[in-house]
């Protein structure tokens, strides 16, 4: 069982920015892809970035790309999302996400996603 919280969310101005983490539990958390996704009210959960096990491969939607930058600490059982530049439209709540098989090949598919945590808000106002 791998338990997922978190944290950073927050209001913001357009523009601005946040820093999200993600603390993870489980022994084997280097192994795992860990995703960040995100979901609008009445819109469904989307993709926004992933990152292999050992932190050497990233993905990102093509909408946040150049703004938005995942990484992740193995030692500390941790994964971030950095986001510069927000937009009103990226108001959200933010999910990170354990991929058990997507360790070496990071996957954005959400039923592909093994562990969720419950989520951090993200407002950005106009």
């Known amino acids: 069982q791998v338990q997922l919280v978190e944290s950073g969310g927050g209001l913001v101005q357009a523009g601005g920015s946040l820093a999200l983490s993600c603390a993870a539990s489980?022994?084997?958390?280097?192994?795992?892809?860990m995703g960040w996704f995100r979901q609008a009210p009445g819109k469904e959960r989307e993709f926004v970035a992933v990152?292999?096990?050992?932190?050497?491969?990233?993905y990102y939607r093509d909408s946040v790309k150049g703004r938005f930058t995942i990484s992740r600490d193995n030692a500390k059982n941790a994964v971030y999302l950095r986001m510069n530049s927000l937009k009103p439209e990226e108001t959200a709540l933010y999910f990170c996400?354990?991929?058990?098989?997507?360790?070496?090949?990071?996957?954005?598919?959400?039923?592909?996603?093994?562990?969720w945590g419950q989520g951090t808000q993200v407002t950005v106002s106009s």
């Open positions: 489980g022994r084997t958390f280097s192994s795992y892809g």
């Open positions: 996400a354990a991929d058990i098989d997507g360790g070496i090949y990071p996957r954005s598919r959400r039923t592909e996603y093994d562990y």
């Open positions: 990152i292999s096990g050992s932190g050497g491969n990233t």
